[in-house]
């Protein structure tokens, strides 16, 4: 099922080594997608992105802690958020969260137990955008961004949750 675009037609930091598929209209998306998104000791961490479509993000294995900031959002400084997934209710862990289009969300791996010091099987969740996920509609945060966003002395502290490919050629 298809929907018109909500989104201006644009480039982004995915743009230029993402191939862009056979057929691709820029006016039309897939009412959504889904994605299995995992992270393991080997590859521990996701860096800053953002989408410009609503992610529903549903845990199915593991912990980890999400970073979100809020650029989106009105003032000079942009609110940062952070919260753990995992299946520990009690404690306040997440089984599924939304994040709104606009927001840059990072993400890295946690012990399987609060205390641990190792995760077994990584962290798996699957991610359901809406309207559905395309290259033009995602980009990487790069490092003079996170310092516009949130100033020099927070950027410096998320500045290792930075993407590689959030860095301009």
């Known amino acids: 099922d298809t929907v018109p675009s909500p989104f201006p037609a644009s480039t982004s930091s995915t743009t230029s080594f993402a191939p862009q598929r056979p057929g691709f209209n820029p006016s039309i998306r897939n ?30 294995s593991g912990r980890g802690r999400y970073v ?20 520990d209710l009690e404690k306040g862990e997440k089984l599924q969260w939304i994040v709104e289009g606009g927001k840059f969300k990072a993400s890295y791996l946690l012990p399987d137990d609060e205390g641990g010091v190792e995760s077994k099987g990584g962290l ?39 993407s590689p490919l959030g860095k301009k050629a």
């Open 68 to 87: 979100l900031i809020h650029a989106n959002e009105p003032g000079a400084e942009k609110r940062i958020e952070s919260f753990v997934v995992g299946k």
């Open 31 to 60: 009412s959504s997608t889904t994605i299995y998104y995992l992270l393991t000791p080997a590859s521990p961490q996701g860096g800053f992105h953002r989408n410009r479509g609503r992610t529903v993000h549903t845990l199915h």
């Open 124 to 162: 798996l969740i699957s991610e359901t955008v809406v309207p559905g996920f395309e290259y033009c509609d995602h980009d990487f945060l790069p490092e003079e961004g996170l310092h516009e966003l949130v100033g020099r002395e927070k950027a410096e502290e998320l500045s290792w949750l930075l």
